[in-house]
């Protein structure tokens, strides 16, 4: 008996076995979704695979979006500095950021390999490619008052409205996702009228509607997840996915800082009046650039990086609201880069100077950066049984410092933009050596305190039944007084925080309530 070709299988495959699935698609044109996976008897923990990496389809649709945010970094840089251009900016850079996580979102969930999931994603491409278009005729007025952006707000209606169908089409076949899905679809579809709304109107109104339908897209993205959750009717995300993707976007972001580092093109000097003095300003800008793009890459992925150190719990899987601000955070910080790199440019292309606007843009958008990134180590959660060296907080204070004064640079109205720039790059580089000296402090003291409590395991069975008074006399002395004298045996008894890789990947396999 042969299965038809549109009946309802089961709702769920294993993951990590991707080419058994690919396999069963190959002989179906029409497949029904799957979901990737689901909550533990306890809901504490979900079925993610640790293993699960970015499929082609999202690697094909991050380069969409380096189209997208390299044509709103270039309306930006062609004009010039004003509120209108930074409101408007930032008007349209959080609902690209919006739609390529809500894409993203729908992927981490669910699965499903055949041609009308094809068909989909094929859409979703034209319409994101058709809404890019449009941002240079949103950038070119120079006032309020002649704000109009209808072509933006109806292309990204008609991507909410396309995610809607996918969404349907996820409610018809899996019955367990039908109580989520229907929240879901009926806040996407509140969104997606407002956004319909908004490309009707002109002028100084349309930029009204626009960032209330911006604010209620944010509203109903915290909103339903937060509704969701307290039903009990979410579905887990793959965390380890979810922060790689969301890693891929900044790496998106400091590719589009380099390439507008490499703005002038190539240099010429097969004159004999171009010497290599000439392009000094060239080069230098290209070294700066690729030093504030590696500093960035540092903090963001390595040193500054505490949500996977031992001992801390990574705000993804701390609690709801805190992976959700976690995610949201990311969009001041995508949107300092993209400013960054538009000043570079003009830093390259206009032989070194740069206006008074220019200079503080390029220095609140990198003081923004290093505020969330200080901002986000907040939201980690450490443990207290975890002696450290130099803390969360010392590290947030000097990381508030350094930012500070890049802040103050733009006041040095005496100083060339390329002092400027180089300064800047200069401070940024001391809070990644400091924290590379932290993170090596306090891998310190954790291996001395595992020493100390092993010594001490290691006298408490020698001892055993003896006198308390003479355990604890056996004691060596400590680094740091932190711990009060009647907690020296709860450390001996605490097993190491050092996890290893099995369990690491249990750890990465967990779920914290995050939009």
């Known amino acids: 008996m042969t299965t038809p070709l549109l009946a309802r299988q089961p709702t769920f495959a294993a993951h990590g076995d991707h080419q058994s699935a690919n396999a069963i698609a190959i002989g179906k044109i029409f497949r029904p979704p799957t979901l990737r996976q689901r909550w533990d008897a306890t809901r504490s923990k979900s079925t993610a695979s640790p293993h699960r990496h970015p499929t082609w389809f999202d690697l094909l649709y991050d380069l969409v979006f380096v189209s997208a945010l390299a044509k709103l970094g270039l309306a930006f840089r062609e004009s010039d500095v004003s509120a209108y251009s930074i409101v408007t900016f930032l008007a349209l850079f959080i609902p690209i950021f919006w739609q390529w996580n809500h894409v993203n979102q729908y992927l981490n969930r669910f699965d499903s390999e055949d041609l ?5 994603f094929l859409l979703t491409i034209m319409a994101t490619m058709c809404l890019s278009a449009n ?3 949103c950038m070119e007025n120079k006032d309020f008052t002649e704000f109009h952006c209808a072509g933006f707000s109806w292309w990204y209606a008609a991507l909410k409205l396309i995610l809607i169908v996918q969404y349907a089409r996820v409610w018809f076949y899996i019955d367990e996702a039908k109580p989520y899905l229907v929240w879901l679809i009926s806040f996407a579809c509140v969104s997606c009228l407002l956004w319909i709304g908004t ?17 209620s897209d944010f509203i109903i993205f915290a909103g339903f997840h937060r509704t969701a959750w307290v039903r009990r009717v979410f579905l887990p995300l793959n965390i380890v996915l979810s922060e790689e993707r969301l890693g891929g976007f900044v790496i998106i972001a400091l590719g589009e800082m380099i390439n507008n580092g490499l703005a002038a093109g190539v240099v010429d000097n097969s004159s004999d009046s171009e010497t290599p003095s000439s392009h000094f300003h060239i080069y230098a800008s290209i070294v700066l650039t690729a030093l504030i793009a590696f500093d960035i890459k540092m903090l963001h992925f390595d040193v500054g990086h505490m949500g996977h150190t031992p001992g801390t719990t990574h705000a993804m899987r701390r609690h709801s609201l805190a992976g959700l601000v976690f995610n949201v955070s990311h969009i001041p910080l995508l949107m300092s880069l993209v400013m960054v790199g538009s000043v570079l440019e003009k830093l390259v292309t206009e ?3 740069i206006t008074t606007s220019e200079r503080w843009l390029f220095c609140v958008s990198l003081a923004v950066s290093v505020f969330v990134f200080a901002f986000m180590q907040l939201l980690h959660l450490i443990s207290p049984a975890v002696q450290r060296s130099i803390g969360p907080g010392i590290q947030l204070l000097v990381r508030s410092i350094f930012a500070t ?4 640079l733009a006041l040095l109205e005496d100083l060339s933009a390329l002092a400027m720039v180089a300064i800047g790059a200069l401070l940024l580089t001391l809070i990644v050596v400091f924290d590379v000296f932290a993170r090596f402090m306090n891998a310190r003291a954790t291996a001395q305190d595992e020493k100390m409590a092993a010594g001490l395991e290691m006298d408490h069975s020698a001892h055993k039944g003896t006198d308390a008074l003479h355990v604890g006399s056996c004691i060596p002395p400590r680094r740091f007084s932190i711990f009060p004298a009647s907690m020296a045996e709860a450390v001996a008894h605490t097993p190491s925080t050092t996890a290893t890789s099995e369990e690491e990947e249990d750890r990465d396999a967990e779920f914290s309530p995050m939009a």
């Not at 009308?116 to 989909?120: D, L, R």
């Not at 490309?199 to 604010?215: C, E, K, N, Y």
């Not at 004064?405 to 103050?408: D, N, P, Q, S, T």
């Open 116 to 120: 009308t999931q094809a068909i989909f």
């Open 135 to 137: 941002i240079g005729a």
């Open 199 to 215: 490309g009707f109107a002109t002028g100084s109104t349309q930029l009204v509607m626009w960032w209330i339908s911006v604010s």
């Open 351 to 353: 032989g070194g100077h």
């Open 405 to 408: 004064l890049i802040l103050c």
